[in-house]
Nanobody, 125 residues
């Protein structure tokens, strides 16, 4: 399984970015996918996820600003980020796992995912 993120960049506060995650060698059916972010010295934080039943979850800190979506035909996961703020500075990771039973997240957990991308840097100034 390979996950490759792209789209990270440096932007000014209030700007927008769209991150992409190309997924290969992974059966998309019964899968759950998500985006996490991490800053040095802190734990990896769940940002947004799509459960295997289609339910979408967001961290409170990004609700109303970030949108997660997926294109199953292209096997690509997206994270649209609007009104970016300095506190959004982080390395962003996409993640995936097989979820034949929906996870019903209250909060996305790093331990819920087995497959990870290498990360893409988002810098907001």
């Amino acid at each position: 399984v390979q996950l490759v993120e792209s789209g990270g960049a440096s932007v000014q506060a209030g700007g927008s970015l769209r991150l992409s995650c190309a997924v290969s060698d992974f059966a998309y059916s019964d899968s759950c996918v998500g985006w996490f972010r991490q800053v040095p010295g802190k734990e990896r934080e769940g940002v947004a996820g799509i459960d295997s039943d289609g339910r979408i979850s967001y961290a409170d800190s990004v609700k109303g600003r970030f949108t997660i979506s997926e294109d199953n035909a292209k096997r690509t996961l997206y994270l649209e980020m609007n009104n970016l703020q300095p506190e959004d500075n982080a390395t962003y990771y996409c993640a995936a796992d097989y979820c034949p039973v929906p996870r019903l997240w209250v909060r996305l957990l790093e331990t819920d995912f087995s497959y990870w991308g290498q990360g893409t840097q988002v810098t907001v100034s």
